[in-house]
């Protein structure tokens, strides 16, 4: 039963304390609607309160419909509702639409959940998700954190984000819906190939399943699962060691570590910075690890979001470049 998987992720997880209030983000697809009813149920019995969130990304000609009827859902079940919009496409001068969409909705989340003094942030993210992510990262080329995937919690700008939905397959959630005869908003860019999830999603995986693996989004998300455990070991003994150390690594003690405990050590001290290592690519990490071991002092390393490493004699500098914003 998919109430007693999602309180099993809950627990297994730590997701969710007593006396939380948990802001889910609800676009009104079958998803989000989903978790937002699942967790109402098991509001009363573990103890914590909800507030929905909504932002109309104006992408679609249908899009305020999807905000009237979130609101409408929120009256239904009794729960507060906060929307807000804006316009991704007009904000897209340049770069991806989906990143740009992706981050407008994070930054949006945020400020919601700073306003309320909200404990969590939950997703709606699911197994199909979780395993799009990892063949997505894999064919663009990836480290031991993108095979990870979807993390069930983390921390994320001083907040933690939740995804009691990761072991739940989109069938189980749309069986849900159709056995309480909930109808949620339906998007149709979704059955497009358009972007290259959705590629992947109608393309790919049905090939895969078909031809090789009748389990597939099974194995890669038990994989993700499993890389995630390691990551997570090795990511604290990257924080152990960087602890104290603010935006600074000494060279010699650097050089004398294991190639892959250096690398975790470079991206925390640019997550410190930009709040996630997200655009920086395995080519940053080899240019700066070139830097350390062959270029001279007070040469310097520019990444995405006007983060600079810069060559001391002894040290390696993480700041912002004067004027910047983004980090």
């Not at 639409?97 to 003094?117: H, P, T």
């Not at 998007?187 to 597939?216: G, H, S």
């Not at 040469?299 to 040290?315: D, Q």
């Amino acid at each position: 039963m998919i109430l007693v998987k999602l309180k099993d992720t809950i627990g297994r997880y730590k997701l969710i304390d007593r006396g939380d209030l948990v802001l889910v983000a609800v676009s009104g697809g079958a998803d989000s609607v989903c978790l937002l009813y699942l967790l109402q149920a098991l509001s009363r019995v573990l103890g914590f309160k909800l507030q929905i969130a909504h932002l109309d990304h104006m992408l679609r000609k249908g899009s305020k419909k999807d905000a009237e009827f979130v609101k409408c859902l929120g009256v239904k079940l009794g729960i507060p509702v906060v929307t807000g919009k804006i316009n991704v496409r007009g904000l897209a001068k340049k770069g991806s639409l989906e990143e740009i969409a992706r981050n407008a909705r994070l930054e949006f989340l945020l400020k919601v959940a700073k306003g309320i003094k909200a404990d969590k942030i939950a997703l709606a993210h699911n197994l199909d998700d979780q395993a799009e992510t990892v063949l997505m990262r894999i064919l663009r080329g990836t480290g031991l954190y993108g095979l990870a995937g979807i993390i069930p919690k983390r921390k994320l700008y001083g907040f933690t984000v939740i995804r009691p939905l990761i072991r739940v397959q989109r069938r189980e959630i749309e069986a849900f819906l159709k056995r309480k005869r909930i109808k949620p908003r339906i998007d149709k860019t979704n059955f497009q190939d358009v972007y290259f999830r959705n590629k992947l999603r109608n393309k790919l995986i049905p090939l895969l399943k078909e031809q090789y693996n009748p389990r597939i989004k099974d194995a890669l998300s038990n994989m993700a699962e499993s890389i995630a455990f390691d990551y997570d070991y090795l990511n604290r003994q990257a924080l152990r060691l960087a602890e104290g150390k603010h935006n600074r690594i000494d060279i010699a003690k650097f050089l004398k570590l294991h190639p892959a405990m250096q690398r975790l050590i470079l991206r925390l001290n640019i997550s410190r910075l930009q709040g996630s290592t997200r655009r920086i690519t395995f080519a940053h990490v080899k240019e700066i690890e070139d830097l350390i071991a062959n270029r001279p002092v007070n040469s310097i390393v520019n990444l995405p979001k006007g983060i600079v490493v810069l060559k001391k004699t002894k040290s390696i500098l993480f700041y912002c470049r004067h004027g910047s914003t983004s980090c």
